[in-house]
């Protein structure tokens, strides 16, 4: 058997340690890309709405069925993906689930009528339902904690810039080439992200090709009382994201009548604002760990102020009646949402450790996203029944209000937990 002359092992263990970090850096990057076509792809039927609304013969109800469709599977499937990237090879899981939505986005360009319009839906969400607790199991095993906020702030801008980029490029498709090429042209994008993750991740594959090799039983993370107070804060922070993703656009051309350059143009500007907002929070929440705050009171803190502030620019936007306000409103409330997208991953992250973030993202995903099901059959009623958006507006803000005083009340001291859960080769080594 080969031994390590005094010295070379620490040598190995330096080595292993910079290509742990280089694979940690490539692979953050491209799950950055993953998350901003997520996005891209998720948004695709809020930007093409007052076209394919029409043209389908919609009602506002029936418009937020087909929103909600596409959460009737991807938020209960979190539990069982976030169980899965524990377990399995996650490298592979993402390139499947991808083409999985790729192929749901394509085809919904060809659609004829809303039963096959929310059978895609329910499509896509199936496929992305991979995306956050895959990405959170990556970037817990291969990030370290001082760059963990910055790491998760890449995914947040992501969150922020897959809607611009879908609804810049998406309302000029819209405006010259109508609703259908959006659909068509961004799922075959979407599909050619494969080819770089498979040569990036394919080094992965070997060493983890049975999840991490020390898993958590997920039931030992569902009976853990904080992660289901995690998911009803993030039902609270995805409710107003759903809202204004779904609606917003709607509203800004069927309501106060801007035309769809406009409403492109406004729009865009603010989740371009929104992604710069989640970089700056990000670099400077590490930068304040690194010179000694508490990160669980500090992560803590920036959400409760992101929740109550986006809840007073939502309650603007609907209020305003001039292109120039709302637009002031949107860019007020995007320079914090950066910190929605960033620190609740970064809190599981900690609670859970490397072993269990899959699990416990998928948890609170999965809780935090059944607001993508109610959400908007709830806001198309409202809308239907009042016939103003002005109550679908106030309700979207005291929801997301109340996010903001939960987080900081509900979560207990943000460290690791201990999940009464023993490590079987420790076991067997005490024995």
């Known amino acids: 058997m080969l031994r390590c002359k005094p010295g070379e092992k620490f040598l190995v263990e330096a080595t292993s340690d910079v290509r742990s970090r280089s694979a940690g850096l490539w692979l953050t990057l491209l799950l950055s890309a993953m998350v901003l076509l997520n996005y891209v792809d998720r948004g695709a039927v809020g930007i093409a709405a007052p076209k394919l609304k029409d043209e389908l013969m919609l009602s506002a109800a029936a418009f937020g069925v087909v929103v909600s469709a596409f959460s009737w599977i991807y938020a209960p499937a979190q539990f069982a993906v976030g169980w899965l990237s524990d377990r399995f090879c996650v490298y592979r899981m993402i390139a499947a689930g991808l083409a999985v939505w790729a192929l749901a986005t394509f085809l919904t360009g060809f659609v004829n009528g809303f039963a096959m319009l929310v059978a895609l839906r329910v499509l896509l969400g199936v496929g992305e339902g991979v995306a956050f607790p895959s990405a959170s199991k990556i970037i817990a095993r291969h990030v370290t904690a001082e760059r963990r906020g910055l790491a998760n702030s890449a995914l947040a801008v992501s969150i922020a810039w897959g809607p611009a980029l879908g609804i810049f490029a998406g309302g000029l498709i819209l405006r010259y080439f109508g609703w259908r090429p959006i659909f068509i042209s961004f799922g075959l994008i979407t599909l050619l992200w494969i080819v770089p993750w498979l040569f990036v991740s394919k080094p992965q594959w070997r060493s983890y090709a049975h999840g991490s090799g ?90 409760s102020l992101y929740q109550l502030i986006y809840a007073v620019s939502i309650l603007g936007i609907g209020l305003s009646v001039s292109a120039p306000a709302i637009l002031a409103w949107l860019v007020f409330g995007a320079l ?96």
């Open 214 to 303: 020390k898993n958590v039983p997920v039931r030992l993370v569902m009976r853990n009382r904080t992660v289901w107070a995690m998911g009803i804060g993030h039902i609270c922070n995805t409710y107003g994201f759903y809202f204004l993703l779904a609606w917003l656009p709607l509203f800004l051309v069927k309501v106060r009548h801007l035309s769809i350059l406009e409403m492109t143009t406004m729009i865009t500007a603010a989740y371009v604002v929104q992604g710069f907002g989640a970089l700056f929070w990000g670099w400077y929440s590490d930068h304040l760990v690194k010179r000694g705050w508490d990160e669980g009171r500090l992560r803590k803190g920036l959400l």
């Open 336 to 431: 914090f949402s950066g910190i929605g997208g960033t620190n609740p991953y970064a809190i599981a992250q900690v609670y859970a450790g490397p072993e269990a973030a899959g699990t416990w993202v998928g948890v609170m995903n999965g809780v935090g996203n059944s607001s993508g099901i109610f959400g908007p059959v709830l806001t198309g009623l409202l809308i239907q029944q009042t016939g103003s958006y002005l109550s679908a507006f106030v309700v979207s803000a005291i929801i997301v209000g109340f996010g903001g005083i939960w987080w900081w009340v509900a979560l207990p001291p943000v460290r690791r937990l201990e999940l009464g859960w023993v490590d079987p080769q420790m076991r067997l080594a005490a024995t």
